[in-house]
C-alpha cells in the first residue's frame, strides 16, 4: 500500500466508522493523514494500526484518555512498561466496580421482579420503584 488508502477503505480494514475516524483525528488520537490533491485523506499501514490498536482498547472498554497515554507508550517500546501495567490495573478496579454494581443491579431487580401478585395495586415492581427505602442496597 505505498499510495495509502481512502477512508472507506480505513473504515474496512480497521473495523471502525468513518465518522469515528474523523473523530479520532479531530481530538488528536489519531493523525491527520496525508492527502490527495483533490483533499481526500489517504492513509497508511500505520495508521491502520494505530486504528486497530484503538479500537481493540475500545472493545476492551478503555476510556480515550487512557488510549491517548497507551497510544504514546507504545510508540516508546524501550520504555519499561509500568505505566502500561498501571493503567491497566486502573481499567481492571473500574471494571469489577462495574460489575458490583451490576451485581447490586441484577439483586434488586430480581428481587422486585419476584411479584405473584396480579394487580398493579399490589404490584412488588411498582412498590419498589415508588419506595427507595424498600430496596436492599442505598446506591445503585
Do not use: W
Amino acid at each position: 500500500m505505498t499510495g495509502g488508502v481512502s477512508i472507506g477503505e480505513a473504515s474496512r480494514a480497521s473495523g471502525i466508522k468513518v465518522p469515528t475516524i474523523r473523530y479520532y483525528e479531530g481530538i488528536g488520537l489519531l493523525a491527520a493523514p496525508r492527502r490527495t490533491e483533490g483533499n481526500r485523506r489517504l492513509y497508511d499501514e500505520s495508521d491502520l494500526r494505530r486504528l486497530r490498536f484503538i479500537r481493540h482498547a475500545r472493545e476492551l472498554g478503555f476510556e480515550i484518555e487512557p488510549i491517548r497515554e497507551l497510544l504514546a507508550l507504545a510508540g516508546e517500546p524501550d520504555r519499561p512498561c509500568a505505566s502500561a501495567d498501571r493503567i491497566a490495573a486502573a481499567h481492571l478496579a473500574d471494571i469489577d466496580h462495574k460489575i458490583a454494581r451490576l451485581t447490586a443491579l441484577r439483586v434488586e431487580v430480581a428481587r422486585m421482579a419476584d411479584c405473584a401478585n396480579h394487580s398493579v395495586a399490589d404490584c412488588r415492581v411498582i412498590e419498589v420503584l415508588g419506595d427507595h427505602g424498600q430496596c436492599v442496597f442505598d446506591h445503585h
